[in-house]
């Protein structure tokens, strides 16, 4: 069970606007930034949206986060078919020593 | 061009070791604090461990802590992960990932590059 929460999965038509939850709580989202990562079929995860609301270089407008208390949110509009994948929410939390968090991934299908 | 290369995967028992490496090329390696994520076939990311540029702090994930340690060699551009009493639950993809900060769990430190990962299965 992981300790960021992300509905399992999601879908959209072409052209749509998808939107992806992760909730978690005082200790990680609540007092740190979020970070998504997009996970493309047998690649690695690779970086799509950091201090909660900042894109990569390279990473379309499409894609956008944002945060307000414990949870967060990832949205992409103009949904293409090459937008299916995997993704991931992760935050650091600040609990016993500290350690990184994710969520359980929720995958996106393109229909 | 960032580049991580993991090696040193492979079928193992359990209770028995196994040591990872990652090759780390294209940036400066310690400026970095540097980390190992897994993932189980099918299932989500979990964080293994991670590393300050210095080896001065350093973290574990509670299902890993006394079993397994990291290290790195900075003369050698390299991490790795010294794997001890492994177990089936430890079976997965394991990516070694650059931190975009010195330390680990740093404000704005997160992971911005991983490789493509070296499999390890424990099985008997």
């Known amino acids: 069970q992981s300790v960021l929460t992300q509905p399992p999965s999601a879908s959209g038509t072409p052209g749509q606007r998808v939107t992806i939850s992760c909730s978690g709580s005082?200790?990680?989202?609540?007092?740190?930034?979020v970070y998504w990562y997009q996970q493309l079929p047998g690649t690695a995860p690779k970086l799509l949206i950091y201090?909660?609301?900042q894109r990569p270089s390279g990473v379309p407008d499409r894609f956008s986060g944002s945060k307000s208390g414990t949870s967060a949110s990832l949205a992409i509009s103009g949904l293409r078919s090459e937008d299916e994948a995997d993704y991931y929410c992760?935050?650091?939390?600040?609990?016993?020593?500290?350690?990184?968090?994710f969520g359980g991934g929720t995958k996106l299908t393109v229909l | 061009e960032v580049q991580l290369v993991e090696s040193g995967g492979g079928l193992v028992q359990p209770g028995r070791s196994l040591r990872l490496s990652c090759a780390a090329s294209?940036?400066?390696?310690?400026?970095?604090?540097m980390h190992w994520v897994r993932q189980a076939p099918g299932k989500g990311l979990e964080w293994v461990s991670g590393?300050?540029?210095?080896?001065?702090?350093?973290g574990y994930a509670d299902s890993v802590k006394g079993r397994f340690t990291i290290s790195r060699d900075n003369a050698k551009n390299s991490l790795y992960l010294q794997m001890n009493s492994l177990r089936a639950e430890d079976t997965a993809l394991y990516y070694c990932?650059?931190?975009?900060?010195?330390?680990?769990?740093?404000?704005?430190?997160?992971?911005?590059?991983w490789g493509q990962g070296t499999l390890v299965t424990v099985s008997s």
């Open positions: 992760a935050a650091w939390d600040d609990s016993l020593s500290g350690y990184w968090v």
């Open positions: 294209g940036f400066t390696f310690d400026d970095y604090a």
């Open positions: 201090r909660n609301n």
């Open positions: 590393i300050s540029w210095n080896s001065g702090s350093i």
């Open positions: 005082s200790s990680n989202i609540g007092s740190n930034y």
């Open positions: 990932a650059k931190d975009t900060a010195l330390i680990v769990g740093a404000t704005k430190g997160c992971f911005d590059y």
